[in-house]
């Protein structure tokens, strides 16, 4: 397998997983209550005061996201082994 294959077959396979993520977050919001609305925006503002509560601090929010982001590509990787 080439490079570029390789690397067509990894993009692909990021925009499927993202494509599945949308759709299940748009089934989520569509049955959302307004409990649910509440414990979400709950946790939105938690991970707000996580990066100390000043919306000026982007560089706190880029950090949580980053961590957010590497934690769920460990769960991707271990779906995928896996899966095989």
């Not at 993202?18 to 991970?47: H, K, M, N, V």
């Not at 005061?49 to 982007?58: I, P, R, V």
């Not at 982001?69 to 769960?75: H, Q, T």
Request: cysteine-free; aromatic content about 8%; charged content about 30%.
């Amino acid at each position: 397998m080439s490079g570029n294959s390789m690397l067509r077959e990894i993009v692909e396979g990021y925009a499927r997983a993202d494509l599945f993520i949308q759709r299940e977050r748009r089934a989520a919001l569509a049955g959302l209550t307004s409990e649910g609305a509440w414990a979400a925006f709950r946790a939105l503002w938690r991970s707000w005061a996580q990066t100390g509560g000043t919306a000026s601090d982007l560089d706190s929010l880029d950090a949580l996201r980053i961590d957010r982001l590497i934690e769920l590509r460990r769960r991707l990787d271990r779906l995928a082994a896996n899966r095989g």
